[in-house]
């Protein structure tokens, strides 16, 4: 055998390999300044931040996939970048009473119980793992696309009704929290039970 490295070892050995955890950690890096913007409500530049936010996303998304430079590393950074810049978003607005506090607190609870969950799933079972469920993604998307219309609405002035925006997160946010404890918790007793039953 000549011992040529194949396709998949040849975009493992590149040092491009790490672009797509650079890419994460420069969306992190973004999250001060976009906070900075909405609390000085300077909404034009905060809509612009998010958007190259959006951008680097897809970007680091797409070359994880095309050239498998998917790491475990960046399987934690990407989500972070992610919860980072929307929980970051939803206190700033919330601070500046843009939108409702109670429903600021309900997105920051859901990830905190999520987050807590992990950690201590992780601690007992090791290698367990969980993915995010339909809800879940849905859920982080419908409030990603309601942070983008809140800033849309200050910084064009359309002066939209919020009140049905704001109960559709409002369900989904509480909806995916539940949803995530009832799944997670039967998936970690199943786990248990059967690590018990093993000699």
């Not at 672009?19 to 890096?29: D, K, T």
């Not at 070359?63 to 950074?77: E, I, N, P, T, Y």
């Not at 359309?158 to 009832?182: E, F, K, N, R």
Request: charged letters at 20%; proline letters at 5%; one cysteine or more.
């Amino acid at each position: 055998m000549s011992g040529r490295p194949r396709p998949a070892d040849d975009a493992a050995a590149t040092p491009w390999r790490h672009l797509p955890n650079l890419i994460s950690v420069f969306r992190i890096a973004l999250v001060a300044p976009l906070l900075v913007t909405i609390l000085l409500e300077r909404y034009e530049f905060a809509l612009v931040v998010t958007a190259v936010a959006g951008i680097s996303d897809g970007v680091d998304g797409w070359l994880a996939r095309r050239f498998r430079w998917q790491s475990k590393l960046g399987s934690v950074l990407d989500p972070a970048a992610d919860k980072l810049m929307l929980v970051g978003c939803m206190v700033a607005l919330g601070w500046l009473d843009e939108v409702p506090r109670w429903l600021v607190i309900l997105v920051v609870a859901r990830d905190a119980v999520i987050a807590l969950g992990v950690l201590a799933w992780h601690r007992v079972l090791r290698n367990f793992e969980a993915h995010p469920s339909w809800l879940s993604k849905t859920t982080t998307l419908v409030q990603i696309l309601f942070v983008l219309y809140v800033l849309a609405d200050r910084a064009f002035g359309w002066h939209a009704a919020m009140a049905i925006p704001v109960w559709v997160v409002a369900v989904l946010t509480a909806a995916s929290g539940l949803d995530y404890v009832v799944r997670w918790g039967r998936l970690a007793r199943r786990e248990l039970k059967g690590r018990s039953a093993v000699p």
